[in-house]
């Protein structure tokens, strides 16, 4: 009877009322309640025991519990009561449950006013009335407060952005950090009916997502005891993120979401919608937020290549999808697969792209744990015709070869199977031409683009196209490949020769100690000298400096004949 003392204008009058909310009982009287209340006179009136018997209620089902109908409860025997942001939506579900409709207006038409004069007059109060609206679903979408204080706040902060009344003039994004996401999903959506600029979308997204994982993206989801919780929350805020078409969130922000939600194990579902997002801004990511995704939670090791290989595939899909339509971006993807783009220099987005893969494999490369199929998948995965040059992936392909020097040579092969020798510059050639890393198949190629450059101008039907690509029929291509075949089987046979006479001069030395001061042993160690004088290859050639040790009494006669000139390298 604590409750009910004030509201009964005498103590003397038995309650004949009992409601029960929960653990609350309220002992109330007929007179006052049933006519104000439509659910409790039916309630009543279906009751047995006749009008004098008490009814006894339970109402744990009522919106807003027993706060609320205390509320109510007041209402109903005329004591004042306090009608705030916090408790107004409440009040307007518990009237709707409990039919209160008199002629008079009603608690209802109290709590309409209250909002329409204060609570969604401004930001904070409109955040205050839908947050407040979060425990009292469904009951607070069908009377249709949640919809009001969506499109209440949608309104201010589009004024904001018009007609800034405070400073910075983006706090209002700070107040949106309140709501759960399902309701700022709500607010999203009445923005977008607004049609809100995408800047003012974004603006959203980005501060609440980062003030409301906070803790998660600080920790990058390493706080084991709150995992579960860190990844139901990292999947909510992901789910109600405005769409890449709407909004395209800052790449930097989306590399960052993924790899939290990489690391604290988020669904598959989650990861891929963050993946989709960041292959749609994947032209304004830097190589520093690609390593972000593929590095592990402590940031220290390659993990995740197979994430950032997945959305350079989807970018790589989406730019082609773009292009594939008809009009000019047909005629992009044509001047694309002819060649014609590498004119561009990395002034599309695709060359951007391929400028920011080749610095990833670069930073990646070192990684000595790093499979030959993930280095290969990552760098393979943006089209050879998309880079002007290959310079930086060639850097990438010497870095990983300089790492796994146990490599064999078909495994080598592999790896420089990602990039094309003859999309080189000419400095890039002469340091593959050198480079005993690379394969044979590789140096060979370098070779074969200046054979081609160097007999364009005589060969019949052939010649060089604007972007560097050699374009001669099918014999002389031929006749040239097996050229340089050959010089490089000659280079290994030169090289062969090189060294047997390396130790046939060693030879010759012990010798000459052992028979010093033995006329025969000089005449036997002069027929040797004049022996390997004749076997020497190299004694009037390109090579003459190498054995220019040895001694021969023909030399001045060998010199005057000018030998034919073996070439290796046509550089």
Not at 2 to 10: A, E, I, K, N, P
């Amino acid at each position: 009877m604590d409750r009910t003392s004030q509201w009964v204008s005498s103590p003397d009058i038995p309650a004949d009322l009992l409601i029960r909310i929960a653990d609350d009982v309220f002992p109330l009287h007929k007179a006052v309640m049933v006519p104000k209340c439509g659910y409790i006179r039916k309630a009543v009136a279906a009751a047995r025991g006749g009008a004098t018997a008490t009814v006894d209620l339970d109402l744990s089902a009522l919106p807003g519990a027993a706060d609320a109908f205390d509320k109510v409860a007041r209402y109903c025997y005329g004591a004042n009561f306090e009608i705030s942001v916090r408790n107004a939506a409440a009040l307007l579900c518990a009237a709707a449950f409990l039919d209160m409709h008199p002629t008079d207006g009603g608690l209802a038409r109290r709590v309409e006013e209250f909002l329409a004069k204060v609570g969604l007059r401004t930001l904070p109060g409109a955040v205050a009335v839908l947050r407040s609206c979060e425990g009292l679903l469904p009951a607070a979408e069908e009377i249709g407060v949640v919809q009001r204080s969506a499109d209440a706040i949608a309104l201010r902060i589009c004024n904001e952005v018009l007609f800034p009344t405070r400073s910075p003039p983006e706090w209002w994004t700070a107040e949106l950090a309140a709501l759960s996401p399902a309701s700022f999903h709500k607010v999203i959506t009445a923005l977008r009916c607004r049609r809100a600029e995408p800047e003012v979308l974004v603006a959203a997204a980005t501060a609440y997502a980062e003030l409301l994982l906070a803790e998660v993206l600080a920790a990058d989801g390493h706080a084991a005891d709150h995992s579960g919780m860190h990844r139901a929350l990292v999947e909510s805020v992901v789910a109600v993120l405005p769409s890449t078409d709407d909004a395209p969130l800052p790449a930097a922000f989306l590399c960052h979401l993924l790899h939290v939600a990489i690391t604290i194990g988020a669904s598959a579902k989650t990861c891929r919608d963050l993946e989709l997002r960041v292959a749609a801004v994947l032209d304004q990511a830097t190589a520093g937020d690609l390593l972000t995704v593929a590095l592990d939670g402590a940031g220290e090791r390659v993990q995740n290549v197979d994430a950032v290989r997945r959305i350079i595939t989807a970018f790589v899909e989406r730019d082609s999808a773009a292009s594939s339509g008809g009009g000019a971006n047909g005629r992009n993807r044509r001047a694309s697969l002819s060649g014609a783009g590498a004119l561009q220099g990395g002034g599309g987005a695709m060359q951007t792209v391929a400028k920011t893969v080749d610095e990833v494999a670069a930073e990646i490369a070192t990684e000595e744990s790093l499979p030959i199929s993930k280095f290969v998948g990552l760098a393979g995965a943006v089209p050879k015709e998309a880079r002007a040059t290959h310079d930086c992936l060639y850097r990438a392909v010497d870095i990983y070869l300089k790492a796994h020097p146990a490599l064999e040579e078909m495994e080598r092969e592999k790896v420089c199977s990602v990039m094309d020798p003859l999309k080189l510059s000419y400095q890039g050639r002469l340091h593959a031409s050198q480079n005993n890393r690379l394969p044979l198949q590789a140096v060979l190629s370098a070779l074969y683009y200046d054979q081609l450059k160097l007999r364009s101008g005589d060969e019949g039907g052939s010649g060089w196209d604007a972007y560097g690509n050699g374009v001669m029929r099918s014999s002389a291509a031929g006749s040239a490949w097996k050229q340089a075949k050959e010089e490089a089987s000659l280079a290994r046979e030169n090289e062969a020769l090189r060294s047997e006479l390396a130790r046939m001069r060693a030879y010759v030395s012990g010798m000459q100690q052992q028979s010093k001061g033995s006329s025969s042993s000089r005449g036997k160690k002069g027929s040797w000298l004049r022996t390997l004088s004749r076997l020497n290859p190299f004694k009037a050639g390109i090579w003459g400096k190498d054995t220019s040790g040895i001694v021969d009494g023909k030399t001045d006669a060998m010199n005057s004949v000018k030998a034919k000139r073996r070439r290796f390298s046509i550089s």
